[in-house]
């Protein structure tokens, strides 16, 4: 089923590229992408997603199609312009599904508009801890010297450094397709984000919301520690660990991750769909 690319203009001053999939009347699910993707992470995802559900997949700010403002690229721009989008759209309350820098938006939103939010998944996810040497390294290394355009060897590598199975070869060109949409500005802006942010996993124990978090235990970005911290910290939480499976597990088996999202969400205590959203 193809899925139609819309816009909508936030009070943020950003132009939000999104797609949306399922009846009106079904519970929202809003999911949020990793760096460098676009709503096209779930691409594969949204068709497979049962009638009781609306699902909302959207380019956050310098990614995809969106907008590509000079500055502005903290976790807590990126959940303003998600409580921005959820008001364009009428949605009140939502599930939160996050990968990577998604699940890292994702955080800061409960944390910044708990009322917003119904639940939480997130996949291959960090604890706000960054003061991690290898990161550090990382950012000086390979993402400081990007330059315009991006090389499209280097935007092959870094996508085939997330999976650990095998991904359909033309799903694989569509993201690097969408990598090499973001300039070396963003990727920079993106990564001294992550940098800057202080450490707020702490503050998720005080904003209580049940969540489910997938990890892949080949993921090469995301720690066991860091899945083990955010389990800790988020009362009730349900750690879930792929065997096998990279960082984007929802690439490797699309069908799989609705599946588990699914049973997440019928197994959860919700407000009817209804009150989702707004009148």
Not at 24 to 34: A, I, Q
Not at 42 to 68: K, Q, T
Not at 79 to 84: C, E, I, V, W
Not at 166 to 181: F, G, N, Q, R
């Amino acid at each position: 089923m193809d899925l139609k690319e819309m816009f909508v203009s936030l009070s943020t001053g950003v132009e939000m590229e999104y797609v949306e999939h399922g009846p009106l009347d079904g519970l929202p699910v809003v999911f949020l992408h990793g760096v460098t993707d676009s709503w096209r992470s779930f691409e594969r995802v949204l068709p497979l997603l049962p009638p009781s559900i609306h699902g909302y997949a959207i380019s956050a700010r310098g990614h995809g199609d969106s907008s590509r403002p000079v500055r502005g690229y903290l976790l807590s721009d990126m959940s303003t312009d998600l409580r921005a989008f959820m008001d364009a759209v009428g949605i009140e309350r939502a599930v939160i599904v996050g990968h990577s820098m998604g699940a890292m938006v994702a955080q800061q939103f409960v944390v910044d508009h708990r009322d917003r939010v119904s639940g939480l998944v997130l996949m291959g996810a960090f604890a706000t801890l960054f003061q991690d040497p290898g990161l550090t390294d990382f950012y000086r290394s390979a993402i400081v010297p990007l330059a315009d355009p991006i090389d499209a060897a280097f935007a092959r590598e870094w996508q085939q450094s997330t999976v650990a199975r095998p991904v359909a070869s033309d799903y694989l060109e569509t993201v690097v397709a969408e990598t090499l949409k973001v300039p070396a500005r963003i990727w920079r802006e993106a990564f001294e984000g992550f940098l800057n942010t202080p450490d707020f996993s702490a503050d998720l124990a005080l904003a209580p919301v049940s969540t489910l978090v997938l990890w892949g235990d080949k993921d090469t970005y995301a720690t066991r520690e860091h899945q083990n911290r955010l389990a800790s910290v988020i009362p009730g939480a349900k750690l879930l660990i792929y065997e096998g499976a990279g960082h984007a597990l929802h690439w490797e088996d699309p069908a799989e991750f609705a599946k588990e999202l699914v049973t997440f969400i019928t197994t959860m205590p919700l407000l009817s769909a209804v009150h989702g959203r707004r009148g």
